[in-house]
């Protein structure tokens, strides 16, 4: 089926969009025509909160209506522009040469993908993302950094994340010893309105403090001073990223077949009503880096009440045989590149359901609005509230109940080892066998049609560690013909944590931990960055548990060989499978 070609904006616009077309997929255009039907696209616009199926008045519809912000982030972003420039310009005269952003989910990705696509502009500094609590990630990015040419970003909506507050104090400490009085002239805090980081950075003397809308959730903040204000800080262009995003937002009230974002919207939620729940998504290289927003974007709205999309963001397309019939997928291209045209037409011979968008680079803005009315779309065609995430405190409670028996007994309580080798230890209360590998080889083997394989990382997210996983991830799909995802802790807690408890029960987690060489102190706490994140790892596999999800850890005795540990005990796995 071919749709016309898309015009996101009003008359006038200068964005345009080549056309989107859906093969093999009446499905989706059967739910378009459903949600125009019954007027979605106008309930929306108009907060209605009874197109998510809930309730006025109820508890669903005060989260709902509260989060509807980003709708009008163009208008409430418009006084904020010049200032941005501004503080990017000023920072660059300074002789800023690195702006560290501290944040978590939403508060971090947007701006990694912006700094991604457009670079940094002649004589504006790097951008250093730091979303962990990894100590040896903190660590190298402290001893780098020269305390008179570094700005800190302080981001987060609720003004309490633990691992963004645990970072600032760590970094305030350092730059106050040295810089003295002026090391608040080194930090930015983006907030609420009324959050205990507002008042931190006020009584601190932070060189700016930027109120986000509080209407705005994380996840949907792309186009708010979330992301905006890192961009600025770059040099990246804040403008077009505003006008384009408003561009296509204008496109997105319109009540046809040529709105992108409902067009979008409706194709992955039928795709998971009809049992195609993973979202596979392939990016042009220019856009390699959209794909982390886009998964914690999609899984975290939608991955609740047993149902959602779990978006398949860095794996490269395979042989049709290597596919199930529980993949849809979403393939972009830009006027600079596009995805393997030769495995897209593999996967569209196969009858496999996908939809391809374009858009251009210096469009980017639009991409972030098209994918969050898309994801508004997709909650109400799954009749669910995409704007709240009932299962990622879960994980948080677990990590806290850690944390203070950390504190009355001086460690945390660790469970029996299931089985180990000189490489690792394995720990799992589902499958209990002789041998690290009979462990592995007997969850694998627990893979049916529909399922997926997590693996979540708390070891530092290095080249040869991801290669590894990824190539174990190519051999599971050759096999098993499941997908995978990857995902690194504690920001995957942020992300698809929410899919993983709160979707369908397909989950296989692969929880991956290490020691740490060294032990840095997080001030005011009475534990380390090592412990913390210990803790948040051992809380998810508590919480995974919780909700009978086969999980299996795997802690490796040498964290500087994971790569070789991991791929080995894999192979040694899959080999003795048979």
Known sequence: MQLPAIRAGS??????????????????????????????????WDRDVTAWNATPGGTDAKSIGSRLGWLDVAATMADEIDRIVALGDAVKSEGIR???????????????????????????PRLIVLDTTDERTITQAASSADPEEALFIVASKSGGTVEVASMERFFWRRMKDAVGRDA???????????TALQ???ETRRYREV??????I???????????????????????????????MAEGCRQEDHQNAGLELGAFIGAAVQNGRNKLTVALSPRLASLGLWIEQLIAESTGKHGTGALPVVDEPLGAAEEYGNDRAFVAISTELDEPDPRRLRVVDAAGHPILRLSTRIADLGSEFFRWEFATAVAGAVLRINPFDEPNVAEAKEKTKGLLAAYASKGKLPEPAVAAENDAVAVFSRKFI????????????????????????????????????IADVRLAIRARFHVASTFGVGPRYL?????????????????????????????????????????????????????????????????????????????????????
């Open 11 to 44: 008359s006038g616009s200068a964005l345009f969009l080549t056309p989107m077309t859906t093969i093999h997929y009446p499905a989706g255009a059967r739910a378009a025509d459903t949600l125009l039907h019954d007027q979605v696209v106008r309930r929306i």
């Open 98 to 124: 690195a702006v560290y952003l501290l944040g978590m989910g939403g508060s971090s990705l947007c701006a990694e993908v912006i700094a991604s696509v457009f670079g940094v502009a002649d004589g504006y």
């Open 184 to 194: 608040g002239r080194h930090f930015v805090a983006i907030t609420d309105p009324g």
């Open 199 to 201: 008042t931190l950075a």
């Open 210 to 215: 930027f109120l986000n809308p509080a209407d």
């Open 217 to 247: 959730g994380g996840r949907f903040s792309a186009l708010s001073l979330f992301g905006l204000v890192p961009a600025g800080l770059i040099g990246a262009p804040v403008k077009q990223l505003a006008s384009a995003g408003k561009a």
């Open 433 to 468: 066998r002789t041998s690290a590998a009979a462990v592995v080889r007997s969850a694998l083997s627990s893979l049916a049609a529909g399922d997926y394989v997590a693996f979540l990382s708390y070891l530092p997210a290095d080249a040869d560690l991801q290669t590894a």
């Open 494 to 578: 942020h992300s698809t944590g929410q899919f993983h408890k709160g979707g369908p029960n397909t989950a296989l987690a692969f929880v991956i931990t290490g020691d740490d060489e060294t032990n840095t102190e997080i001030p005011e706490a009475d534990y380390t960055f090592s412990v913390l994140k210990r803790a948040q790892a051992l809380g998810d596999v508590e919480t995974l548990d919780a909700h009978d999800r086969r999980t299996v850890r795997i802690h490796v005795k040498n964290a500087k060989a994971a790569p070789q540990a991991i791929k080995a005990l894999f192979e040694e796995a899959m080999r003795s499978g048979g």
